[in-house]
């Protein structure tokens, strides 16, 4: 094969840019596919450890876990977990330190959704406290279980 052949055929196969060029919709779809799968591990890994309505009932029934309400107080009038105790998630910096006696007994934080109770999850070890669980889902999850709630 002569120079100018080599070079004719190597202008003929496609290239790895021009597949990219050619298939851009799809590799992008495959991306974000990928994402989608990865993202229920990648928030399980902030926030602390999460714990769904079931393993927060065990938590309540064998450890003696308090349930922090951290919704705003008009929220939590209008109903809230058994035994649940008040502190919105504002409050709770100045009232962290006063919770519990015992800083090993359990604690499960939720908000509406679980959204915003990472961040006291984060906060409340700041202040000590070795066992603390973020509710998968929130007052929303416990509510969809047809979990007890009070007035």
């Not at 079931?54 to 809230?80: S, W």
Request: proline share 5%; hydrophobic share 45%; glycine share 8%.
């Amino acid at each position: 094969m002569t120079a100018s052949g080599a070079a004719r055929a190597s202008l003929s196969r496609p290239l790895p840019v021009d597949f990219v060029k050619n298939n851009l919709l799809l590799i992008a779809i495959a991306l974000v596919s990928g994402l989608m799968l990865l993202w229920p591990v990648l928030r399980r890994g902030t926030g602390g450890p999460w714990v769904s309505t079931l393993e927060a009932t065990q938590l309540i029934n064998r450890n003696d876990a308090l349930v922090i309400d951290l919704r705003e107080p008009a929220d939590y009038a209008q109903g809230h977990i058994l035994g649940a105790k008040s502190v919105p998630l504002k409050d709770l910096e100045g009232r962290a330190a006063a919770l519990v006696k015992n800083k090993a007994k359990p604690l499960i934080v939720h908000c509406e959704r679980g959204n915003r109770s990472a961040a006291a999850v984060a906060l409340l070890r700041r202040h000590g406290y070795e066992s603390v669980y973020n509710l998968s889902g929130g007052y929303a999850a416990w509510q969809a279980a047809g979990l007890p709630v009070e007035k």
